[in-house]
């Protein structure tokens, strides 16, 4: 019988063994498990910084206008907010029609993330005053010392009658003045960019696409400010010679015609109708010497 009891004692050893060497192991693996498992969540809930112009991927939705009140409606609809409907529609009250599908934000609680330019250029540090039009996106944008200040939507040239894309400066303004092309058309708050050509930024029709006979045209309240803030130039007493020039207007880029606008596709792609801040400088940098030059 004794060298049973010795063997049981053994095996009951051996399994001691076995379960203090278990719980110990299980014991460190869980003293050191919170270290990695908060390190893994840690990583997860950080939020990466959003690049320049991301906007959340839930920020609109299509909206179909019922009533041909419509500026109620969209008071209604917007929380007082109409101005930004409008400019991300790149459209005017006037031409919102009953059965018009718009673009709306899901939120409105921060208006500045709906700007479509970026909100810092650095190349236009130097630059007191800039503004910039994209063709692209029928946008423009004001920057002061390379910070922007304020931005709206734009109607460019149509497709017969293009806007060209190039440097100008805001030349001489007029409160209301008749076009050379035909004069019962008449423009408020003008200011004129080519004096030989005729392009200027004025109000006019915003009828969310590109219209115009190459001027870009404004919503009234950004043509008023624009009209306030730009400066004109100066020229000699005999008005041959510019002394100085007035606030530099960069339009660049192409908008595509025979595509739907861009902002039409914010619902599926919130930044289709933004431009980065990648493509602003490298159009920018083609003129920042001869802005230097024409500004001393």
Not at 12 to 35: D, E, N, R
Not at 147 to 165: M, Q, Y
Not at 255 to 281: C, F, G, H, Q, R
Request: net charge negative.
């Amino acid at each position: 019988m004794e060298p049973q009891n010795s063997s049981i004692k053994k095996v009951v050893w051996v399994l001691c063994i076995m379960v203090v060497l278990g719980v110990s192991l299980f014991l460190y693996t869980k003293a050191h498990a919170p270290i990695q498992e908060n390190y893994l969540v840690q990583k997860v809930d950080i939020e990466q910084p959003k690049s320049q112009g991301e906007i959340p991927e839930t920020l609109y939705h299509e909206y179909l206008v019922h009533t041909s009140n419509v500026q109620k409606e969209l008071i209604g609809i917007s929380q007082n907010h109409v101005s930004l409907l409008l400019d991300i529609n790149r459209i005017d009250i006037d031409h919102i029609k009953k059965g018009m599908t718009i673009v709306v934000p899901n939120n409105f609680s921060d208006i500045t993330s709906f700007a479509p330019l970026p909100e810092v250029l650095s190349s236009a540090k130097s630059f007191p005053k800039l503004i910039v039009i994209s063709q692209k996106v029928q946008v423009f944008g004001v920057y002061e010392y390379g910070n922007l200040v304020r931005w709206g939507p734009a109607s460019t040239g149509k497709e017969s009658t293009p806007t060209p894309s190039k440097l100008y400066f805001t030349n001489w303004k007029g409160l209301s003045v008749r076009s050379s092309i035909d004069d019962t058309w008449v423009m408020p708050w003008y200011f004129n960019l080519d004096n030989t050509h005729g392009v200027s930024m004025h109000q006019y029709d915003l009828p969310g696409f590109p219209a115009s006979h190459a001027c870009i045209r404004l919503l009234k309240d950004d043509a008023v400010w624009l009209y306030n803030w730009a400066e004109q130039w100066t020229l000699s007493s005999n008005g041959q010679h510019i002394q100085t020039y007035g606030t530099p207007v960069l339009i660049f880029g192409e908008y595509v015609y025979t595509e739907p606008a861009p902002w039409k596709n914010l619902v599926n792609n919130p930044n289709s109708a933004s431009i980065d801040i990648t493509t602003l400088e490298k159009s920018l940098a083609l003129y920042v010497a001869e802005i230097v030059e024409k500004k001393k």
